[in-house]
C-alpha cells in the first residue's frame, strides 16, 4: 500500500467489510483491482440499479467513486460514464449532490452515497442543473426527457 492516506485507507476497508455483510440489491460497490492482482481502495467501480416501474428501471448504471486521501474529511467525486444524460451530471459524469459537495459529513457511507445517486434519477434537481440538454427538455418536453431515459436504462442492462 502507498504511504499516507492511512487514515482514508482504513475507514474504506471497514466500508468494504460493511457493504460484503450487507448491501441494497442490485447494487454493486468493489474497490477495483489492479493488473497486478492488488486492490486499490481509493477507485470503487459500482453499479447503482434503476428503481424498477421508474423510467430508469432496467438499467444497471456504472459509477466509479474517486476517494482521497482527505476522506472523510472530504467526499469522493462520483462520475458516471461522460454524456450520461440526467439533469444533476455534468458532461463529464460527474454528478452534482449536495450531500456530494456542501451537505457532506464524515459519517456518511459509501451505502448512503448510492442510495442518494439511486433517488436523484428519479427526483432530480433542476434548481441545480448540470447539464443544458437533460435540463431543456426536463422543463420543455417532459415525454422527450422520459424517452431519453429510458433509452439510457436500455443501454446498460444487467451484468448478471
Not at 11 to 25: D, G, I, T, V, Y
Request: hydrophobic share 35%; glycine share 8%.
Amino acid at each position: 500500500m502507498a504511504s499516507g492516506g492511512g487514515v482514508a485507507r482504513g475507514r474504506l476497508a471497514e466500508e468494504r467489510k460493511s457493504w460484503r455483510k450487507s448491501h441494497p440489491h442490485g447494487f454493486v460497490a468493489k474497490p477495483e483491482t489492479l493488473p497486478d492482482g492488488t486492490v486499490n481502495l481509493m477507485v470503487w467501480n459500482c453499479v447503482i440499479p434503476g428503481k424498477e416501474g421508474t423510467d430508469w428501471g432496467g438499467g444497471y448504471f456504472p459509477l466509479t467513486l474517486h476517494f482521497s486521501e482527505h476522506y472523510p474529511s472530504r467526499p469522493p467525486t462520483c462520475k458516471f460514464p461522460a454524456g450520461f444524460f440526467h439533469i444533476n451530471v455534468y458532461p463529464t459524469g460527474a454528478v452534482c449532490l449536495s450531500i456530494l459537495s456542501e451537505a457532506w459529513k464524515p459519517s456518511i457511507t459509501v451505502r448512503q452515497i448510492l442510495i442518494g445517486i439511486q433517488d436523484l434519477f428519479e427526483n432530480p434537481n433542476p434548481a441545480s442543473a448540470a447539464q443544458d440538454i437533460s435540463y431543456q427538455l426536463f422543463i420543455k418536453d417532459k415525454a422527450e426527457y422520459r424517452n431519453r431515459v429510458r433509452q439510457q436504462a436500455k443501454q446498460y442492462p444487467s451484468l448478471v
